[in-house]
């Protein structure tokens, strides 16, 4: 069975022109999905009733259960969601003033193996499809539909468990999908991929002509402490990295965000930052400052906050434009990976 979700228009254009259908049912279909939020192919009544039968064979629109549902005081919902398979994965909605922003998961699991990082603990499972990305973004706007008439998913940032450039092309599709005005409509914007520093795919996607944004786990000033904390450095020096953002620099025309996780002890001194500023002079990119996320299953403690507001005046002194990151849920698991760690712990014990 093939997911119609995980279709951008393009290739459910070719699909309806293969099943010797006209071109416009694609945007049909979609105006059925997004729009009219219909769930099944009954419903779809200026479709004909004989297609809607092929639809019902072959196809199917099934988005993801949700498991558990964490809801924070802030007004953070953590949902872990189940697929098919009986897999799962996190997907977090936090309220900014400006919108609605899903945090979404790529993979189950992953692979990369940073030491600080609850998700990578288990390795990856297996890669999501762009179905089961854009079934994340449906649940979460049911969620919201449920709780107050007229809101949605306005921002995503894929930054949930997985590497997306290890997932690419699926990664691709979901951005497409979800980026439609025809599809979920959220503008390219306010939809950031985030990665460990995959430099094949960072140069990809600088080729790929959305507007959307990019960001980048650096987290070290030096191959030497990044070494210590992000199994990947290994293969992708920070010298090879900054290469790959000034060429995404150029060819994209956008900015990136380094993103710096400050861990107390290992790569928080001033010494540090002013490192940091060397590094990335030469690029447009600012620094996203994240406050450690403690969990139990990794040792690393959370920089204090004197310790990460110094961090931020070294940099916008050094003339680098940083910002810290809000947090959000801190009375539920909303911490990277912990929900499903725990829920696998309780299943095994
Ligand atoms: N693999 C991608 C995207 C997923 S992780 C990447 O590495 O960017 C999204 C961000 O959360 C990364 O910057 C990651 O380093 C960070 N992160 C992981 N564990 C964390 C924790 N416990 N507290 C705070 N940030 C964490």
Redesign the pocket.
């Known amino acids: 069975m093939i997911n119609l979700l995980g279709l951008p228009i393009s290739k459910l254009e070719e699909l309806m022109l293969s099943e010797g259908q006209k071109k416009y049912r694609a945007i049909q279909l979609y105006t059925w999905i997004y729009e009219k939020k219909a769930t099944s192919f009954d419903e779809m009544s200026d479709i004909s009733i004989k297609f809607r039968e092929v639809l019902k064979e072959k196809y199917c629109l099934d988005i993801p259960t949700i498991d558990k549902i964490q809801r924070s005081k802030d007004g953070t919902v953590k949902l872990l969601v189940k697929f098919s398979d009986g897999l799962k994965v996190e997907t977090v909605l936090m309220r900014y003033s400006y919108g609605n922003a899903a945090c979404v998961s790529s993979q189950v699991g992953?692979n990369?193996g940073?030491s600080?990082?609850?998700?990578g603990l288990l390795g990856k499972q297996r890669s999501l499809t762009a179905a089961e990305m854009v079934g994340q973004i449906m649940v979460l706007n049911n969620v919201l539909r449920e709780e107050n008439k007229g809101e949605r998913v306005t921002h995503i940032v894929?930054?949930?468990?997985?590497?997306?450039f290890d997932n690419y092309d699926n990664v691709m599709d979901f951005i497409r999908i979800v980026n439609a005005q025809k599809g979920l409509a959220i503008g390219a914007r306010h939809i950031t991929v985030?990665?460990?520093g995959l430099i094949d795919g960072i140069k990809k996607y600088a080729r790929e002509g959305l507007q959307t944004n990019l960001?980048i786990?650096l987290?070290a000033p030096n191959d030497e402490i990044r070494l210590k904390i992000m199994k990947v450095a290994k293969i992708y020096p920070i010298k090879d990295i900054i290469e790959a953002v000034k060429e995404y620099e150029s060819i994209a025309k956008r900015r990136v965000t380094y993103?710096y996780?400050l861990l107390d002890g290992i790569n928080d001194s001033k010494e540090n930052a002013e490192e940091l500023i060397k590094v990335i002079k030469g690029t447009m990119g600012y620094v996203n400052l994240?406050p450690?996320?403690?969990?139990s299953l990794?040792d690393y403690k959370r920089s204090s906050g004197n310790r990460i507001h110094a961090f931020l005046d070294y940099l916008n002194k050094g003339g680098v434009n940083a910002t810290i990151r809000k947090e959000f849920g801190s009375d539920i698991d909303a911490?990277?990976?912990q929900l499903r760690a725990k829920a696998e712990q309780n299943e095994k014990a």
């Open positions: 992953c990369m940073c600080f990082c609850a998700s894929v930054m949930g468990t997985g590497e997306p985030s990665t460990c960001a786990s987290h993103e996780l994240i450690y996320n403690e969990t990794c911490a990277c990976g």
